[in-house]
């Protein structure tokens, strides 16, 4: 839906187009989602339990590798229900940014929990104190989490093909399989070898899968609180279809920015020839710029200020 109104005296107009948000989806989503979450979080407690009594870090590093990624989940579906309260005057976008601002959170837990993890498993690799590993408690944990993520992949199987949300906890819970497995592959290899340091060096390969994650959360985060241009955008692109449109003739102070995933904005400053304005009205050139970025750049939540080319002359200093 678009709509534009003029300001008088200046010749601005705005035109909003409605927009939706990036962490929704549909109900039977939440619900699997919520399946899997309860799953892990079951689980995350028998491997503590389990890790504690076998003296396995690298259980203990999987229990923390799943918890972090069930604590992601549950913070991403809290935070889609938050970013659906309604806006107010003093938050104009509402509270969409809470999932950036819990994706922040979660990324410095997994940063926190992974150094950690490799800063033991470090210390037990260099003999530091040899720690007796019970194989068949530590097994048993390492089965329990495998067993539980191939039930969460069945779960979201299909589902993360038609949500970006669902797609996401299905390569995290993915990542909780590959630490299991190398848990499992440390009990075995303790129980034939006698070689303890096995564990550790599961817990160093489990801190390794979780790094990448945070760090590219993190830097997505950064990305959105530093309002860089979204991904897959380009500004040039942009440029060239709004100069395409007929009666255009200049584009200026363009901005591109994410409010959350999902919910990328643009706004630019776009010079129209006074006859093209005259002809065809405000409402006409706003709906078309409108529908070009919607259609060509999948941007739905667009402000553009018309300026006729006669008073160009008028206006600061341009950017962008």
């Known amino acids: 839906m678009g709509h534009g109104h003029s300001h008088a005296g200046h010749g601005h107009s705005h035109a909003g187009h409605g927009h939706s948000h990036g962490m929704g989806g549909p109900a039977r989503h939440r619900r699997r989602l919520l399946a899997v979450l309860a799953i892990t979080l079951g689980v995350v407690v028998v491997q503590i339990v389990a890790g ?78 040899m720690h007796e590993v019970q194989t068949t408690t530590m097994l048993a944990g390492a089965v329990a989490g495998a067993v539980a993520n191939l039930v969460g992949l069945l779960i979201l199987h299909g589902a993360h093909r038609e949500s970006l949300n669902v797609r996401g906890a299905y390569l995290e819970v993915l990542g909780d399989l590959l630490g299991s497995l190398a848990v499992i592959a440390a009990g075995i290899v303790i129980l034939a070898t006698g070689w303890v340091q096995a564990d550790a060096a599961a817990s160093l390969l489990i801190a390794a899968l979780i790094v990448p994650r945070a760090w590219s959360l993190l830097r997505d985060v950064v990305d959105v609180l530093l309002e860089a241009t979204p991904k897959g955008v380009s500004i040039e692109r942009i440029r060239e279809h709004i100069l395409s449109a007929p009666g255009v003739v200049d584009v200026h102070d363009i901005h591109a920015w994410t409010i959350t995933s999902g919910v990328p904005v643009f706004s630019a400053h776009v010079v129209v020839e006074d006859d093209v304005l005259d002809a065809e009205g405000l409402d006409r050139v706003l709906d078309r710029l409108g529908s070009c970025l919607s259609e060509h750049f999948d941007t739905e939540h667009c402000t553009f200020q018309l300026e006729p080319a006669s008073h160009r002359d008028h206006e600061p200093e341009a950017h962008a």
């Open 52 to 129: 504690v009594v076998s003296g396995s870090l690298a259980l203990l590093a999987d229990a923390g590798h799943m918890f972090s990624d069930a604590a992601g989940l549950a913070i991403a579906l809290t935070a889609a229900w938050v970013a659906g309260l309604p806006a107010t005057d003093q938050r104009t976008f509402g509270y969409q940014r809470a999932e950036v601002l819990a994706a922040l959170a979660n990324a410095l837990v997994l940063m926190v929990v992974a150094v950690v993890i490799a800063i033991e498993a470090v210390q037990r690799l260099g003999g530091a104190g």
